[in-house]
């Protein structure tokens, strides 16, 4: 990573001029270290939502929110999405550079080799309730795959021990979370079937079922391999921090996974693009006025938000969201499918960006907008949305642990400004009003 030095910042506290490093990152982006701020001077910075505040330096992903620039080490995520697959992508997000063909040959099949789970987590699904929403579902039986490999919770792990619980995470993720589908709509578990691709098993888990031969629709596997390539990373959001965050402590991979999981299931982050298809049936139903909608998105006193709008991080359009738009009328023309709400969507899209109050906060279409009119296509349900996501950041959470793992960096335990009652004695309940 070249950190390039340049002149300290200067702050001035209680009279005293204080000097504090600046860090210069590849692409010019600018830092004031504040590592010794506290010891220097007794005070510390407050950043609600971290809006401006650096957590690590990173090289795994790299993304431009005034630009519209998204870069897997280093690679546009335009290139990647037209011409790479999902597992070259996790190989190049884990391993920091795009496999040889024996190398990509060797992960899949390392994958392909821990797609099974231990029969004894089929009990597990039997206990959730039909209605149980599959995030939970997922990220709980994530989280107990540790259980079932206690040698993770080791702190000290060779790269080998770290790569195996790589593959296993990597491959049982797909399983654990078709298996979540099948068991809320009642039918039977499909076992991975190995000689599928990642993205064919996982559809063939999905839809296959005992009683009938299951074609895979090569249309299908190439759109869906393609969204899981521009799911892949975000650098530090909300999920992969937490992954991060979690991981600090010395927690197992599986356990950061499962709270990376957890994190994302949240509307505002991952969950969006649930709360989006749900937003655009409630317009369809309501006979598509878009307009009404949009000035309720506008309204302060109402609570209704334009879901699949807006990011923390692009001030311009989000790269992703294009390609997907693009994929998703290739999809719907390819398989026949008419989607009233792919034009109640565009047509969101086409008056929020004609509106000052969305222009002048700089809201556009982020990735969740039209992913989920995507899935829908493909035949799966809304509740899966956020799986998917999940499916998809899976190698980016991972890629984003082993670095911070490899950096040695520090537990996380952010400060704060203490805002409650100065101090005071007990009071005896008999003497309490
Ligand atoms: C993801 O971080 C990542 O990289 C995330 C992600 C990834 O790949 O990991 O990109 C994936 O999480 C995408 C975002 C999915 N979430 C949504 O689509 C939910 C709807 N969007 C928002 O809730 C919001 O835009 C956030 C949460 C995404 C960002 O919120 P911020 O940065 O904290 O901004 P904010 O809430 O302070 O909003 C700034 C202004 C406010 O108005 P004012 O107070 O300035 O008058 O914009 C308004 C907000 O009210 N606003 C919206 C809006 N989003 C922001 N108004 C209407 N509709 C919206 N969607």
Redesign the pocket.
């Given at each position: 990573m070249s950190e390039k030095e340049q002149q300290p910042a200067q702050i001035t506290l209680d009279g005293t001029t204080y000097s504090l490093p600046v860090i210069v990152g590849t692409e010019n982006e600018k830092a004031i270290d504040i590592t010794k701020l506290r010891d220097q001077t007794g005070y510390i910075t407050l950043d609600s939502?971290y809006?401006n505040t650096g957590a690590t330096t990173s090289a795994v992903t790299f993304?431009d929110g005034e630009e519209g620039i998204l870069r897997y080490r280093g690679y546009p995520i335009e290139q990647l999405a037209e011409k790479s697959t999902f597992t070259e992508v996790s190989y190049l997000l884990v391993y920091g550079k795009l496999p040889t063909k024996t190398e990509l040959d060797k992960f899949n099949s390392d994958i392909s080799r821990h797609t099974l789970v231990h029969e004894d987590m089929k009990r597990f699904y039997e206990a959730y309730p039909s209605k149980a929403h599959p995030m939970g579902v997922v990220a709980s039986v994530v989280c107990s795959l540790s259980t079932f490999y206690p040698e993770n919770n080791k702190t000290k792990r060779t790269s080998a021990e770290i790569d195996l619980t790589v593959h296993r995470v990597l491959a049982k993720f797909p399983t654990i979370a078709a298996w979540a589908y099948k068991n809320s709509i009642g039918h039977p578990i499909m076992y991975p079937k190995n000689s599928h691709n990642y993205v064919e098993n996982f559809l063939y888990m999905m839809f296959a079922n005992p009683s009938e031969e299951y074609e895979i629709d090569p249309v299908v596997a190439n759109a869906l391999d393609k969204l899981l390539i521009l799911?892949a990373?975000?650098?530090?959001?909300?999920?992969?921090s937490t992954v991060r965050m979690v991981g600090s402590s010395k927690a197992n991979l599986y356990a950061s996974i499962a709270a990376g999981t957890i994190a994302?299931w949240g509307?505002?982050?991952?969950?969006?693009?649930q709360?989006?298809i749900e937003m655009l049936d409630m317009i369809h139903e309501d006979g598509g006025n878009v307009d009404k909608w949009v000035e309720k998105?506008?309204d302060?006193n109402d609570s209704?938000?334009?879901?699949?709008?807006?990011?923390?991080?692009?001030k311009n359009f989000?790269p992703?969201a294009k390609i997907i738009k693009q994929a998703c009328d290739q999809l719907l023309n390819k398989l026949g499918v008419h989607d009233d709400i792919l034009e109640i969507a565009k047509k969101l899209e086409e008056v929020a960006l004609r509106d000052p109050?969305?222009v002048e906060?700089k809201?556009y279409p982020?990735?969740?907008?039209y992913s989920g009119i995507i899935y829908r296509a493909m035949g799966i349900p809304t509740e899966m949305f956020t799986v998917m996501?999940a499916l998809g950041?899976l190698p980016g959470w991972i890629a984003q642990w082993k670095e911070m793992i490899a950096n040695g960096e520090p537990i996380g335990r952010p400060r704060q400004i203490y805002v409650g009652e100065g101090l005071r004695d007990y009071v005896n309940i008999g003497d309490r009003v």
């Open positions: 939502g809006k993304l799911h990373d975000h650098e530090q959001n909300c999920s992969a994302l509307p505002l982050h991952g969950g969006a693009n709360e989006v998105a506008k302060k209704f938000r334009l879901m699949g709008f807006g990011h923390r991080v692009y989000d992703r109050y969305f906060r809201l982020n990735v969740d907008f996501f950041r």
